[in-house]
């Protein structure tokens, strides 16, 4: 049983270039997430889908584009990297809405460093 | 504006002691705290979760105190091991919410 798959799982990424974070999950949820942990920063929202079809911005979402593919893929897109979005991001599912007080399945994290 | 504030930032504790790490919210509208638990390399995941209609919750060794008049919230760790040895976030929603929101951790190390 995969649950939340995120590809890859390291990259190295020069300033200014792009790269798409993907992530898939089989359970069947209907929502969907990226976060990114910084050190005693704690996790912080970047954008959500709360549905297959739509997006929504979090906390941090300066930089960063999303796709909801479908309902079991959740791309995160950074257009032109910078130094200050090196971070480990997670992707997470749950099968609704998290703020509806359910479980929230994390993936196993992509650790990015851009230089 | 951190809505959920967690202490202590780290934490050594001795194999067999209790490890206490506690959360405090601002938003009365949360009624949904959760405790995750996250391994080195790995991805957080559900420990235990409350909600405020009770003021405690124990599954095994792991128990939540729940305040509501004080806004607070912690995880009581029994027994420690050096198993649970892990970062543990607390965190905190809403049913108008949209997403979890999570406080900055705390790095148990359980010593032998």
């Known amino acids: 049983n995969a649950g939340v798959t995120q590809t890859p799982k390291f990259q190295v990424l020069k300033t200014g270039q792009s790269m798409t974070l993907q992530c898939a999950q089989d359970?069947?949820?209907?929502?969907m997430y990226w976060y990114r942990q910084d050190p005693g920063m704690g996790l912080r929202l970047i954008y959500y889908?709360?549905?297959?079809?739509?997006?929504d911005k979090g906390e941090v979402p300066n930089g960063y584009n999303v796709s909801r593919l479908n309902k079991r893929e959740f791309s995160l897109r950074l257009e032109s990297a910078a130094p200050s979005q090196t971070s480990v991001y997670f992707c997470?599912?749950?099968?609704?809405?998290?703020?509806?007080?359910?479980?929230?399945?994390f993936g196993q994290g992509t650790r990015l460093t851009v230089v | 504006q951190q809505q959920v504030k967690q202490s202590p930032q780290s934490l050594i504790v001795q194999k067999g002691g209790i490890s206490i790490i506690n959360c405090a919210y601002e938003?009365?509208?949360?009624?949904?705290f959760p405790w995750y638990q996250q391994f080195p390399g790995k991805g957080p995941a559900l420990l235990i979760a409350?909600?405020?209609?009770?003021s405690e919750k124990k599954e095994g060794r792991f128990t939540i105190s729940f305040n509501k008049s004080a806004k607070q919230f912690s995880l009581h760790i029994m027994d420690s091991q050096p198993g649970d040895s892990a970062t543990y976030f607390c965190?905190?929603?809403?049913?108008?919410?949209?997403?979890?929101?999570f406080g900055k951790g705390t790095t148990l190390s359980v010593s032998s």
């Open positions: 997470a599912s749950s099968v609704i809405p998290t703020g509806m007080n359910t479980e929230a399945f």
């Open positions: 889908s709360a549905s297959e079809g739509t997006t």
């Open positions: 359970m069947n949820h209907n929502s």
């Open positions: 409350i909600r405020p209609d009770v």
């Open positions: 938003n009365t509208a949360f009624d949904y």
């Open positions: 965190a905190a929603s809403s049913q108008a919410g949209t997403a979890l929101i």
